[in-house]
């Protein structure tokens, strides 16, 4: 299912200048995805090159913007996640400036508080980046 257009800040705990997805695609229980242009300013640019730890922050936001859509359907609060573990990191390119990424995140399984996924970034259509990652999400309060 598509969404309309959302305020992608509503969904996840970042703020600026720390906001690597622009928009939400798609969600579901399994499957999020996430769309994200790199301005020229973001933190993570690098010599013209978004960076190696910017494309991992964006595969965790894409997981964070999906629990924040979840959370607003339950009426809730979205809660704060943290990147437990990477694993199996491979990136096979950095993308540049005003490229726009679409990253896809499927969860594999949930234990307690600890989310296991794995993700892929791909960038004009071709994929640049995957990993598995643990991420443990904090319930609002």
């Known amino acids: 299912m598509t969404y309309p257009e959302t305020n992608i800040l509503s969904l996840i705990p970042q ?13 579901d229980e399994i499957t999020t995805r996430t769309a994200f242009r790199i301005p020229p300013e973001n933190v993570f640019v690098e010599k013209g090159f978004f960076s190696a730890a910017g494309l991992m922050e964006n595969i965790a936001q894409t997981v964070a913007a999906g629990a924040g859509f979840a959370a607003r359907l339950a009426n809730q609060a979205p809660g704060a996640g943290y990147i437990a573990s990477v694993k199996n990191l491979e990136i096979t390119a950095l993308p540049g ?45």
């Not at 703020?15 to 969600?27: G, K, Q």
């Open 15 to 27: 703020a600026p200048p720390f906001v690597m997805v622009d928009r939400l695609l798609y969600s």
């Open 97 to 141: 400036i005003n490229d726009e990424l679409i990253t896809e995140i499927r969860i594999g399984h949930r234990v307690l508080d600890i989310v296991v996924i794995s993700g892929r970034t791909t960038c004009n259509g071709k994929a640049i980046a995957q990993c598995e990652m643990k991420i443990l999400i904090s319930q609002p309060k």
